[in-house]
């Protein structure tokens, strides 16, 4: 029996397993999809929030203020890109300037460090691209940057090299509450095997569909919507076209279009927000895309647009108290919810993550273990090296001397590393967003067949089996006629 299984491998439920392998105690993350990482913690705008928006007195606001004064800290811990780049909300002539008087009181009441406003002179200084009609701005210096594939694997990395087992491709498709604790029927997606576990505790960071998780097993319904917010990424020729985090006004749908430099120097713009039917319908529409093009003006001027390599949706986990759901549910015992993690779920993950485990350590009476290592070591990058020492490595390892992906400059050493690594890349989009081979401007165009070569060669996988993100995607589904013929 576990004493913990945590449903969801998204950057909260990576964040929680992280925290509670710091104790004595036999725990397991279950996760449907292929890789942690793969549903709504893949897809967002990236920011380390400072922390002005939320309500004071609620979760979100404190969580979201905790996790940015963590994010040093955690960043230097599990090795991952972050960068306190600063935000700007502005306000345009035609906007009444109250608007950011009331976020600066909010961000002041929340603790929030550091909040000015700034007119035009101040702000064209900063950021020259700027909308003619901006008027002034409520500047965080504390709002950051960060690379959410990181940040989630990191956490799932150092959560597995301190004794949490993953099973991914696993699915609970039921869950009974037991006299001791709980049963969970899952199906392994790979195999086609079910199987039944059983947990003390069961923590729910199920994403948009931590409502199903909980109403199984509660009467305390929750009501989770999935609200969809449409991008559009730019090339890094574009990368620096503003250099703080650019958002408007805030409305009841949330915080509205930005435009912001990412983490590894691309340009991101976007998101819309749309309530969807369908929690799986992430694709992009011609009228979000036209949206993103017309709001974006309306903070930046002249915004490169033509330099768009992709676009991408993600889906918020929006519950009808508009707040996160935290804490042991109230007629269930032993059923721990992390729900309706919308934004700021990425900036509080950091909190929720220790919040939640000093919640299961105190319910288990649950013991330090001296040796847990809160330190992960990400993938070596040789761009980070000085010509000599990346001369020494390519001598030592050649394969770090061999590009597999132009656009990126990632070597064929990179690739191994994420493939060979603890919970390592079983699919293009697992190298890719650990290494970024296939995230360059060609959008993996040449890089592909390689990485597929790589992976059949270190994996046990058959080329057929190799896909983009797990069973059902497979790119190779049969021989052709040449080799029938053969
Ligand atoms: C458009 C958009 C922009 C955003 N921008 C920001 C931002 O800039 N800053 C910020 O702080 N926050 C942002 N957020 C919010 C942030 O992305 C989320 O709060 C966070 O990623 C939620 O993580 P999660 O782990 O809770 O959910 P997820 O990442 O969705 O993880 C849940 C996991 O549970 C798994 N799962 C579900 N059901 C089952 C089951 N039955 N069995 C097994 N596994 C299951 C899923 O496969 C999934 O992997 C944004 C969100 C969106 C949509
Ligand atoms: O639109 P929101 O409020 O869900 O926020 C999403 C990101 O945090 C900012 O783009
Ligand atoms: S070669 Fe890899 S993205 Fe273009």
Known sequence: MFDVVIIGAGVTGSAIAREISR????????????????????????????????????????????????????????????????????????????????????????????????????LIEKEPNLADDVTCALWAPTGGIVCPFHMTMGYAENAYENGVRFFLNTKVEKLEKTGEGFRIQVHHADTGVDETIETKLIINAAGVYADEINNQLSDRKLHITARKGEYMLLDKTVGDYVKSTIFQLPSKMGKGVLVTPTVHGNLLVGPTAVNVE??????????????????????????????????????????????????????????????????????????????????????????????????????????????????????????????????????????????????????????????????????????????MEILEREVPMRVDQIGKNGVGSEFIVGENKELEDE
Do not use: W
């Not at 390892?397 to 132009?406: E, K, Q, V």
């Open 278 to 451: 369908d929690k799986g319908a992430v694709n992009t529409t011609m009228d979000g895309l036209d949206q993103i093009a017309r709001v974006s003006s309306h903070s930046v001027k002249n915004v490169p647009l033509r330099q768009v390599i992709t676009s991408f949706a993600g889906l918020r986990a929006h519950e009808d108290g508009d707040d996160f759901v935290i804490g042991e549910s109230a007629d269930v015992k032993g059923l721990i919810n992390a729900a309706g993690i919308e934004s700021p779920g990425l900036s509080s993950a950091p909190a929720i993550g220790v919040t939640v485990a000093e919640l299961v350590r105190d319910l288990l009476n649950a013991e330090e273990k001296s040796e847990f290592n809160p330190v992960r070591h990400g993938i070596l990058d040789p761009d980070t090296l000085s010509l000599e020492a990346r001369n020494q490595l390519i001598k030592e390892n050649p394969a770090y001397g061999n590009i597999i992906c132009r656009c990126e400059m990632i070597t064929e050493g990179e690739i191994l590393d994420a493939i060979h690594r603890p919970l390592g890349a079983r699919s293009l989009d697992g190298v890719k967003r650990r290494t970024r081979a296939g995230m360059g401007r060609c959008q993996s165009g040449f890089c592909s067949p390689k990485v």
């Open 23 to 122: 104790y004595k105690l036999n725990v397991c993350v279950i996760e449907k999809e292929e890789d942690v990482c793969n549903e709504t913690s893949k897809a967002n705008s990236a920011i380390i929030h400072a922390g002005f928006d939320a309500v004071p007195g609620t979760m979100k606001a404190k969580l979201n203020v905790m996790g940015n004064a963590m994010m040093d800290r955690i960043a230097e811990e599990l090795d991952i890109p972050f960068k306190r780049n600063g935000s700007l909300v502005v306000c345009t002539k035609e906007q009444d300037p109250e608007g950011l008087q009331i976020l600066m009181e909010r961000g002041k009441k929340n603790g929030v460090p550091g909040l000015q406003i700034l007119d035009r002179e101040a």
